[in-house]
């Protein structure tokens, strides 16, 4: 299995900050690395698809980028509604493996 | 756009089959990838397998064969079946649908399963 580690694995940001979440994976995965947000009691919702690609009607201040083994998920202006856990995901073999979590708080 | 919903008991017995249904609209199953993918409690995700052009599977090694997912094309669902289930098997399950960007898209709301006697 591929093994996934985000960092942090939670950290403190007030609105109008620039947060940054790093995925590394145990072995290279081209771009099949896709990013998520869940709140508490909710389904997580994609963010990121395939790195960097912006999901239909998630706000321009998330980004993605990456390669191989070291990815990132970046929050340019952290706003009210993005307080929550994000997750990382592979696709690129399976068994598909998600990151422990980071959570954003105040 | 694609809906599902997820269906079944909320507690199971120890050593007992787990037994959950996702309901599709929006979409027939038929061509695509259905998953299932479980959360414990104050956990992480886990993913469980997907069933992909209406009987192929793939799973996760982790459980040990001891999970099924199938679907009913008639009915435009798909269900998992996990056996001898432990308390390690409490979780939240979701279906969801894995696009062809190879990412989860369309989520179901979660159904939290609880194994105790």
């Known amino acids: 299995d591929i093994q996934m580690t985000q960092s942090p694995s939670s950290l403190s940001a007030s609105v109008g900050d620039r947060v940054t979440i790093t995925c590394r994976t145990s072995?290279?995965?081209?771009?099949?690395l896709n990013w998520y947000q869940q709140k508490p009691g909710k389904a997580p919702q994609l963010l990121i698809y395939a790195t960097s690609n912006l999901f239909r009607g998630v706000p321009s201040t998330f980004s993605g980028s990456g390669s191989a083994t070291e990815f990132t998920l970046t929050i340019s202006s952290v706003q009210p509604e993005d307080y929550a856990t994000y997750y990382c995901q592979q696709s690129f073999s399976i068994p598909h493996t998600f990151g422990q979590g980071t959570k954003v708080e105040v | 756009q694609v809906q599902l919903q997820e269906s079944g008991p909320g507690l199971v017995k120890p050593s007992e089959t787990l037994s959950l249904t996702c309901s599709v609209s929006g979409g027939p199953i038929g061509d695509y990838y259905w998953s299932w993918i479980r959360q414990p409690p104050g956990g992480g995700l886990e993913w469980i397998g997907y069933?992909?052009?209406?009987?192929?599977?793939k799973y996760n090694p982790s459980f040990n064969s001891r999970v099924a997912i199938s679907t009913d094309t008639s009915q435009n669902r798909f269900s998992l079946n996990l056996n001898s289930v432990t308390a390690a098997d409490t979780a939240v399950y979701y279906c969801?649908?894995?696009?062809?960007?190879?990412?989860?898209?369309?989520w179901g709301r979660g159904i939290m399963v609880t194994v105790s006697s």
């Open positions: 072995q290279a995965i081209s771009s099949s």
């Open positions: 969801a649908h894995l696009s062809a960007a190879n990412s989860y898209i369309y």
């Open positions: 069933v992909f052009y209406s009987r192929r599977t």
